[in-house]
């Protein structure tokens, strides 16, 4: 069993950066692959970045490419989103979502993942 935690959401001007933190909790935690998805009022939740066990393999939306980075200190049991130039459209509540990596393919849907956290508020402000 897998708990997350995020933490680090907020509200920032365009431009500017965040960075998200998921504390996780639970046997094994790096045999997990780890994603995060947002979902903005009226949209349906939407991937972000995911990354494999051992962070040899990512993923990105192509809205995020360039701009966000996703990372985990498997030591320390965290995952870390970092957002750089942020835009009015990233605003959303943003969910950290860990699954068993099955070290095939890196789950990039919402239906793949099993554990998810309570999410946390991002606002950019124009």
């Known amino acids: 069993q897998v708990q997350l935690v995020e933490s680090g959401g907020g509200l920032v001007q365009a431009g500017g950066s965040l960075r998200l933190d998921c504390a996780a909790s639970?046997?094994?935690?790096?045999?997990?692959?780890v994603g995060w998805f947002r979902q903005a009022p009226g949209k349906e939740r939407e991937f972000v970045a995911a990354l494999s066990w051992s962070s040899s393999n990512a993923d990105y939306a192509d809205s995020v490419k360039g701009r966000f980075t996703i990372s985990r200190d498997n030591a320390k049991n965290a995952v870390y989103l970092q957002m750089n130039s942020l835009k009015p459209e990233d605003t959303a509540v943003y969910y950290c979502?860990?699954?068993?990596?099955?070290?095939?393919?890196?789950?990039?849907?919402?239906?793949?993942?099993?554990?998810w956290g309570q999410g946390t508020q991002v606002t950019v402000s124009s």
């Open positions: 979502a860990a699954v068993r990596d099955d070290r095939i393919t890196l789950p990039i849907t919402a239906r793949r993942y099993g554990y």
């Open positions: 639970g046997y094994s935690f790096s045999s997990y692959a």
